[in-house]
Structures are given as structure tokens and as C-alpha cells.
């Protein structure tokens, strides 16, 4: 059986749930090779971290990054770092021959996305971004309908993503806040909500935009103030391509928020609606169902998602099993390591990556100068 042997590079929230997925994938995936996480750089500047990761966590290497793009045993780069390290080490690994997996936003900016995505195409590597709410069964259910005709032309969206972290005084600034990672909460929760719709709607045509800062300050870790440079909310007014007409709206300014990632999309025959704190679920209003005599059978169906995911999904722990956010990056890793594996491009690939980079580029535009921008 093939193996394939990834090179994980970072070592904070994501490369723990990469290394997760990857560890669990044969639970819940029949799939025709096997992976691991090979070998781990989880910090440049200290290398006992990553030794004392790859003991903790069993993973038989520890290496630096160099060594790690430049080792012949290595087939993947698994990229988990912070924002502004992804162009120059996707880059570097596509150079030295390696398929790269890169976590969202592909990069800082959609020049650099592009770059990457015609190195990929230029190499033949595979490459990947991590859009992992593109695998939670809801929204693969809602790609279907949508695909099957079941919502007729889309004529409305709204697509959100809301925390509360900005408004907690006593919570310290980390890097995905600051300017240096590209743009706030745009650049953080942005690309999830920007793929979605790209992914179930379209392409986009213009956005009208605006960002929001609502606290001029915020604390550092060691105490001290710091200015806030980045937006901690952003309200983009999209017209897709095929005429419909939508908001997306990321915010982490939104007080009893956890990770409210939601939609709803309109079409002339039908609704879908779906929120990742009901991730079981996915609501269809199907408009063509009889609506007599009395109501008939019309009103929102709420379809029981839960983990009936397609073959070669094997099921576990039981298909009637309610689902989570951690499903989503197992889906995700096992849709990237199978299109490696058989050497087609991967979806979401570098190409839908750029792409976001550049919505996110026009919105920043839109606001900055207070005017629709086109993207035709
Ligand atoms: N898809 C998702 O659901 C999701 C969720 C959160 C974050 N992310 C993305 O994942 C990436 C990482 O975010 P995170 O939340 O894990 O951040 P984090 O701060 O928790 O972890 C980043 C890790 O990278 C390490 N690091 C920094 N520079 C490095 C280098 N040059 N080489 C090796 N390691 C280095 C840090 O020491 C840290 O351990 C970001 O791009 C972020 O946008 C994706």
C-alpha cells in the first residue's frame, strides 16, 4: 500500500489538528494508502520545541525547515505556521519537489496567491488550501441541491462568521489581530465565508465594503497597550457574476458568539439555511412542495446531516453520530491526501486560495476608498 509521508510545519491550534486528522484517518476513512506526520518543525527559533512535540505527540522526527523541505523521504508540506510565513515556505517546498497543503488565508496578498498557484500548475504538484467547512456534511448536502437545481437561480445570500473575542477587555492580542497577518478578522475569519460562497454561489463581480473598529486599543500578552491596526469586523456587500446580491459579514464583535460561522442562501425555488452551532443540520425550503390545501407540505425541512458522509466514509463512530468542527478538517485532509494519492489536482486548490486573497484585496479597496470596487 502507498505510504505518504508529510513534513508538518507549526505547531499551535492547527498543526495539533492536522496531526489529529491525519493520526485518525483510518477510523474514518477506507482509503487505498496510508499517512503520517513524519516529522515536525513546530519553531524556527527553538528547536527543543519541536523535539519535546515529536516526543509528546509520537512523531518520529523533529527537523528544522529547511531540513524538512529539503528531505527526499518527505512527500508533503503541511503548512500551519502564521499567515505571513505561508508564500515564501509554499514556495520553497513547491521548489524543492514537494505537494504542499497550505493552511487559509493561502497568503497576504492575492499577487503572491497567484504566484503560488501557477508555480503549482507549472510543477504539477498537487496543492491544497484548507477550507475545511467545505467538508462538513450540511454544506455538502447544500453544494448538492444547489448543483441538482433544487434552489432554481440563486437570488440571495448571507454569509457570516462572528466571534466575541474583540470585545473581552481582559483578552490578550495575538498575532491574527495585527496588520502583520494580513487584515484582522478579514484575514481570519474572512477566507472561511469568502470560499463558501465562491463554493455555492459564484463568482464574485463587485464588492461595496466596510471595515470596523470599535476598540482603538487592546492589551499584549506582556500587559502593555497596543493600537489596534487591523479590523476587528468587516461588512462586504457582494453582487456575484450571475446577478444575485448578498452580504458577508465577519465580526469579533459579536457579544454570546462562539464560532458562529452561518448562512442562508435564496433561490427561486428554494432556501437553504445552516449555522456551525447546529452543525447536524441543514434547512431547505423547498418552494415547489404543495402549498395547499392549509400550508400543504411547504415549510423548511430540517435535513438530519449528522455523519452520513458517502463512501469511502466507513461511518464511525455511526453514520447517526451528530457531527462537529473536527470532522471537517478529517474531510479535509482526507480529500487532499486521496488527491495526491491519485494524482489529480486537489479541491479547494491554490486557485480557489488566490481567489479569496482576492475578494479579501477588493474589500479592503472598497473600504479604504468608501466605493464599490469591480472585480471583473
Ligand atoms: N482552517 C481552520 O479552521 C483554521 C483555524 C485556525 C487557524 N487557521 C490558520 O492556521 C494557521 C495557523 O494558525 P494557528 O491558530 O495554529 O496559530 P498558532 O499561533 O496557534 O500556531 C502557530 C504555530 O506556528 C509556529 N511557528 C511560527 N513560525 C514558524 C516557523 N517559521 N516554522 C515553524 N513553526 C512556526 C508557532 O510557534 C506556533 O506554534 C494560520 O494561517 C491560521 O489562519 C485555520
Request: glycine letters at 10%; aromatic letters at 10%; proline letters at 6%.
Amino acid at each position: 500500500m502507498k505510504h505518504l509521508n508529510i513534513g508538518l510545519l507549526g505547531f499551535g491550534f492547527m498543526g495539533k489538528t492536522h496531526l489529529w486528522a491525519v493520526k485518525n484517518l483510518p477510523f474514518f476513512y477506507d482509503l487505498p494508502f496510508t499517512a503520517e506526520v513524519a516529522a515536525v518543525c513546530a519553531s524556527e527559533r527553538h528547536p527543543e520545541k519541536s523535539l519535546e512535540i515529536a516526543k509528546t505527540y509520537g512523531i518520529p522526527r523533529a527537523a528544522d525547515e529547511t531540513t524538512l523541505l529539503n528531505d527526499p523521504t518527505i512527500d508533503i508540506i503541511d503548512i500551519c505556521t502564521p499567515n505571513p510565513y505561508h508564500f515564501e515556505t509554499a514556495k520553497a517546498a513547491l521548489l524543492a519537489g514537494k505537494h504542499v497543503l497550505c493552511e487559509k488565508p493561502l497568503t497576504v496578498t492575492a499577487a503572491e496567491g497567484y504566484e503560488l498557484a501557477e508555480l503549482a500548475k507549472a510543477t504539477g504538484l498537487i496543492c491544497g488550501t484548507v477550507f475545511n467547512n467545505r467538508h462538513l456534511a450540511p454544506v455538502m448536502r447544500a453544494k448538492q441541491l444547489i448543483d441538482e437545481g433544487k434552489l432554481g437561480r440563486i437570488l440571495s445570500f448571507d454569509f457570516s462568521y462572528r466571534h466575541n473575542s474583540c470585545i473581552d477587555p481582559d483578552r490578550r492580542v495575538g498575532w491574527k489581530q495585527t496588520a502583520e497577518a494580513g487584515g484582522g478578522t478579514l484575514f481570519d475569519l474572512g477566507p472561511h465565508v469568502i470560499d463558501l460562497c465562491h463554493f455555492l454561489c459564484g463568482k464574485v463581480a463587485s464588492v461595496a465594503a466596510k471595515s470596523h473598529i470599535a476598540f482603538p486599543t487592546h492589551l499584549r500578552a506582556d500587559g502593555s497597550v497596543w493600537q489596534t491596526d487591523a479590523d476587528e469586523a468587516f461588512y462586504i456587500i457582494c453582487e456575484l457574476r450571475n446577478g444575485a446580491v448578498g452580504n458577508i459579514t465577519v465580526s469579533k464583535l459579536t457579544q454570546g458568539a462562539n464560532d458562529e460561522l452561518a448562512f442562508t442562501i435564496n433561490g427561486t425555488l428554494g432556501s437553504l439555511s445552516f449555522s456551525l452551532m447546529d452543525p447536524n443540520y441543514l434547512n431547505f425550503y423547498d418552494a415547489t412542495a404543495a402549498g395547499s390545501p392549509v400550508g400543504g407540505v411547504r415549510g423548511y425541512t430540517r435535513i438530519e446531516c449528522v455523519g452520513r458522509y458517502p463512501a469511502p466514509a466507513t461511518g464511525f463512530p455511526t453514520p447517526k453520530a451528530p457531527s462537529g468542527w473536527l470532522r471537517g478538517h478529517i474531510g479535509s485532509m482526507a480529500a487532499y491526501l486521496t488527491a495526491v494519492y491519485e494524482g489529480r489536482p486537489a479541491e479547494p486548490s491554490f486557485e480557489d486560495g488566490a481567489y479569496v486573497q482576492t475578494v479579501m484585496e477588493a474589500a479592503k479597496k472598497s473600504a479604504e476608498a468608501r466605493r464599490e470596487v469591480s472585480l471583473c
